[in-house]
Nanobody
Framework: QVQLVESGGGLVQAGGSLRLSCAASRLTFSSYDGGWFRQAPGKEREFVAHINWGGGNPYYADSVKGRFTISRDNAKNTMYLQMESLKPEDTAVYYC????????????????????WGQGTQVTVSS
């Protein structure tokens, strides 16, 4: 069974930072693009960031651009999301996901186009 497991979530004050990790098991992560999504209560799942198979061409939602950084370490089968200057509106469950390699933005941002998902980690930003 392929698994992605997120960690690093928690409670942080506005303006603070967190680093989320996504560890993959029973797959070669370098064969996949990686993405981060989030879902707030009562909201649709929202695209956050995408990174290609080799760790290049990061792509971000406008809402997080300049504050969040996506990265990956294929030797460790792990992907990261560094979050800075957090805002209360960043509060959500954050999910990591993997998809076959893509250069098409419409595919990068679409939850239905991802093959594997983690169970999510809660990020709560207090005011």
């Amino acid at each position: 069974q392929v698994q992605l497991v997120e960690s690093g979530g928690g409670l942080v004050q506005a303006g603070g930072s967190l680093r989320l990790s996504c560890a993959a098991s029973r797959l070669t992560f370098s064969s996949y693009d990686g993405g981060w999504f989030r879902q707030a209560p009562g909201k649709e799942r929202e695209f956050v960031a995408h990174i290609n198979w080799g760790g290049g061409n990061p792509y971000y939602a406008d809402s997080v651009k300049g504050r969040f950084t996506i990265s990956r370490d294929n030797a460790k089968n792990t992907m990261y999301l560094q979050m800075e200057s957090l805002k209360p509106e960043d509060t959500a469950v954050y999910y990591c996901a993997a998809q076959k390699r893509s250069n098409i933005i419409a595919i990068m941002v679409a939850p239905a186009k991802y093959d594997y998902w983690g169970q999510g980690t809660q990020v709560t930003v207090s005011s």
